[in-house]
């Protein structure tokens, strides 16, 4: 008799995170290998986050607050928020999950992109619904070709700005008028996780102002990029009290452990760090840009900490003979390749090796 597992999971496929350090380590038997794959902060995180952490030691016998009250009265108090409007979650990657046992049953349509971050893919599909796909127009969103795409069928829509892993933007103007022409039963979820790293004038900085005017929708923001907490897990969600109340039925009950809610909040405070680790990133960017020229590689201009490029090639083929070098970046298809920005270091063994396996 063989095991019978759900339908819904039948056409799923795991999620592939980038390398491990100590894997490629152990693969190629080498000391030092550098990891430009997952969108971390090369900086690590804020040295305030560390002291919180280290205060928590000792308090591991006791189960986290549930309900993270500190932190989400500190992101309130930050952004000008009620407190009931926001909900923190292990990662985003457990918002995006909660949104979809939240609002999606078997044949709701739900707009995506092709070329996004592949979670609100497999969490659609998880739950039975039909992803309906408008791909990305010269790699950017088409929110026009998303609005065509409603139906009154559609429940959910996907949206992810700058979008991981082009890197691309679309504008305020272009964010409002999308919101205005899509019907206020049908949840917009706006993913927002490299907010941080923006540089250009016209991106939606406070995106939560539209909360009240529009209340079907939601943003996703993470401590996993710009603060440099990815190993603990932590991010957040603003939407609206009815909307986050529904979230909290399909919510595990201590979602956020305890350090990462420490951790977050110290974190939070430390505009010092988060200073530091944007001007890095522009100067990482400006670096590899003008590498990628030299090399007349084309590429994709940034506003997160990675950059889309074609490596001309197979880009699988390149990803592992970087990775014989120690240096891990993310083949994404064909000859396309996404490499998360590093220390001045990093990018320049980056270029280094990258410049041997091409030239
Ligand atoms: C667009 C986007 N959303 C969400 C996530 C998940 O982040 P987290 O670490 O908070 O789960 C990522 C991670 O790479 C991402 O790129």
């Not at 950059?307 to 083949?331: H, M, S, W, Y």
């Amino acid at each position: 008799m063989s095991i019978l597992f759900s339908n819904r999971i039948k056409d799923l496929k795991p999620y592939v995170p980038g390398r491990p350090i100590d894997d490629v380590k152990k693969e190629y038997n080498l000391e030092h290998v550098i990891k430009m794959a997952s969108n971390e902060n090369p900086l690590g995180c804020s040295p305030k986050a560390k002291e919180a952490i280290e205060k928590t030691l000792d308090k591991f016998n006791y189960y986290p607050d549930g309900n993270a009250t500190a932190l989400k009265e500190a992101i309130a108090e930050k952004f000008g928020l009620k407190i009931e409007q926001i909900q923190p979650s292990s990662g985003s990657d457990e918002m995006i999950d909660s949104i979809s046992k939240t609002f999606l049953d078997k044949g709701d349509e739900v707009i995506l992109a092709d070329i996004t971050f592949p979670r609100y893919m497999s969490t659609t599909k998880l739950m039975g619904a039909t992803p309906v796909i408008v791909p990305l127009k010269d790699f950017t969103y088409d929110l026009e070709g998303m609005k065509k795409a409603v139906t009154d069928k559609t429940r959910l829509i996907w949206l992810c700005n700058p979008n991981n892993p082009t890197g691309t933007m679309f504008n305020e103007d272009i964010l409002v008028s999308f919101l205005e022409s899509i019907p206020q039963n049908i949840i917009v979820v706006y993913d927002e996780a490299y907010n941080e790293f923006v540089t250009r004038d016209d991106y939606p900085y406070n995106s939560y102002k539209f909360l009240d005017k529009y209340p079907n929708l939601i943003i996703l923001r993470t401590f996993s990029k710009i603060y440099g907490l990815a190993a603990l897990r932590v991010g957040y969600a603003f939407a609206s009290k009815e909307i986050l109340e529904n979230i909290d039925k399909v919510r595990g009950p201590f979602n956020v452990n305890t350090l990462a809610q420490v951790a977050a909040l110290a974190a939070l405070e430390d505009d010092e760090f988060l200073e530091k680790s944007y001007i890095l990133n522009k100067e990482g960017k400006e670096f590899i840009y003008n590498n990628f020229k030299d090399l007349g590689l084309w590429y994709l201009p940034s506003e997160t900490n990675h950059i889309f490029f074609d490596t001309g090639r197979d880009a699988n083929k390149v990803f592992i003979e970087l990775q014989k070098r120690g240096v891990i970046i993310r083949p994404m298809f064909d000859t396309y390749a996404r490499v998360s920005i590093g220390t001045m270091e990093e990018n320049r063994i980056f270029i280094e090796k990258l410049k041997e396996i091409l030239t």
